[in-house]
C-alpha cells in the first residue's frame, strides 16, 4: 500500500492540496487504479499522470479525498504497423489516508 506521510503531515495547513498532489503524482507506474479507468480499450502509459485535488474532508482517522486524475491511454490504432495512438483521458479517484501511518487506499470513482 502506497504512504503519503507529507500529506498526513501538512493537513490542516495551506500546503496540504500541493503536498497531495505531488505525493501522488510521484508514485511509481501501478500505485493508482487507473487500469480500470480506460475507456477504449487500451492500456495505461504509467509514465505521467496529472492530479487535482477536488476536495479534502477530515474524517476523524483518516482524510478523505476526491482528485481527477489525468493520464494517457495508449490505443491500438488502425494504422499501418503495430504503433499506439495516445489518447488523453481523466478519471476521479477517493483517496483515503490513514492518520496514524500515512497508508493510502484508492478507489475509482464512478463516472458522473
Excluded: N, Y
Excluded at 507506474?29 to 477504449?40: E, I, M, S, V, Y
Excluded at 474532508?57 to 489525468?70: E, N, Q, S, T, Y
Excluded at 489516508?97 to 464512478?110: E, G, M, W, Y
Amino acid at each position: 500500500m502506497p504512504r503519503l506521510p507529507q500529506s498526513v503531515m501538512t493537513w490542516g495547513s495551506p500546503a496540504f492540496v500541493s503536498r497531495l498532489k505531488s505525493e501522488i503524482e510521484a508514485l511509481p507506474a501501478g500505485g493508482l487504479p487507473l487500469d480500470f479507468a480506460t475507456t477504449q480499450g487500451g492500456r495505461l502509459d504509467g509514465e505521467r499522470v496529472t492530479v487535482t485535488v477536488l476536495q479534502a474532508v477530515d474524517a476523524g482517522d483518516a482524510i478523505h479525498a476526491r482528485v481527477g486524475v489525468l493520464f494517457t491511454e495508449l490505443v491500438g490504432g488502425c494504422s499501418c504497423g503495430d504503433e499506439l495512438m495516445p489518447v488523453q483521458a481523466r478519471c476521479e479517484l477517493r483517496v483515503e489516508i490513514a492518520k496514524a501511518d500515512a497508508v493510502a487506499r484508492f478507489v475509482l470513482l464512478p463516472d458522473r
